[in-house]
């Protein structure tokens, strides 16, 4: 339905991806736990693992993230509010790669790009640190995280493994390739 020139009423923002800074770990905190609770098939982590944290850690967490050079937090806003997360981190083994997780957008603001804004700015952090290759997992039947992955020109690697040690869920390793981007 189109829009009279001027109007905003119904009409969402668009998606602004930003680093988190280290004074908001409360709000990452319940973020994350919003994450936890809405796709708990989607990580590792489970929601009561991530409740039980005390403050400092979670403190500790998003200052590591804020500040470091070998990890990014990401969030995703729309009109004031946080609608996503991702976390990217240097392998602590291997320099040459990145590891993006906690990928998240809020039921809400899904299908209006956030996701990939999300995923665009772990892409370009990935490539700013000389990175060779950024790596996920994604569980598997998610079809709408697994297309957007597919879209951005991650491959399949590996056999899918389990989401958590005893867990029926298997999650698909997958990879890009940074040199081919």
């Given at each position: 339905?189109?829009?009279?020139?001027?109007s905003t009423?119904?009409?969402p923002?668009?998606?602004?991806?930003?680093?988190l800074?280290?004074?908001?770990?409360?709000?990452?905190?319940n973020l994350?736990?919003?994450?936890?609770a809405?796709?708990?098939a989607?990580?590792?982590t489970?929601?009561?693992?991530?409740?039980?944290?005390?403050?400092?850690?979670w403190?500790?967490?998003?200052?590591s993230?804020a500040?470091?050079?070998?990890?990014i937090?990401l969030?995703?806003?729309?009109?004031?509010?946080?609608?996503g997360l991702?976390?990217?981190?240097?392998?602590?083994?291997?320099?040459?790669?990145?590891?993006l997780?906690?990928?998240?957008v809020?039921?809400?603001f899904?299908?209006l790009g956030?996701g990939r804004?999300?995923?665009g700015?772990?892409i370009?952090w990935a490539?700013?640190?000389h990175?060779?290759?950024?790596?996920l997992?994604?569980?598997?039947?998610n079809s709408?995280?697994m297309?957007?992955?597919?879209?951005?020109g991650?491959?399949a690697?590996?056999?899918p493994?389990?989401?958590r040690p005893?867990s029926?869920?298997?999650?698909q390793?997958?990879q890009?390739d940074?040199?081919a981007a």
């Amino acid at each position: 339905m189109p829009y009279p020139l001027g109007s905003t009423r119904n009409v969402p923002s668009t998606p602004s991806v930003r680093r988190l800074t280290r004074h908001e770990w409360r709000e990452y905190r319940n973020l994350r736990l919003r994450a936890l609770a809405d796709s708990p098939a989607a990580f590792a982590t489970t929601l009561a693992e991530a409740a039980a944290r005390r403050d400092a850690e979670w403190s500790d967490q998003v200052a590591s993230g804020a500040e470091s050079r070998s990890e990014i937090a990401l969030i995703a806003e729309m009109d004031s509010q946080l609608v996503g997360l991702a976390w990217s981190r240097i392998d602590d083994l291997d320099p040459n790669r990145v590891h993006l997780y906690q990928m998240w957008v809020d039921p809400d603001f899904r299908g209006l790009g956030a996701g990939r804004e999300l995923l665009g700015a772990a892409i370009r952090w990935a490539v700013s640190v000389h990175a060779r290759v950024i790596v996920l997992s994604v569980t598997r039947g998610n079809s709408a995280a697994m297309h957007l992955y597919k879209s951005a020109g991650f491959e399949a690697i590996g056999d899918p493994e389990p989401l958590r040690p005893g867990s029926s869920l298997l999650i698909q390793p997958m990879q890009l390739d940074l040199r081919a981007a």
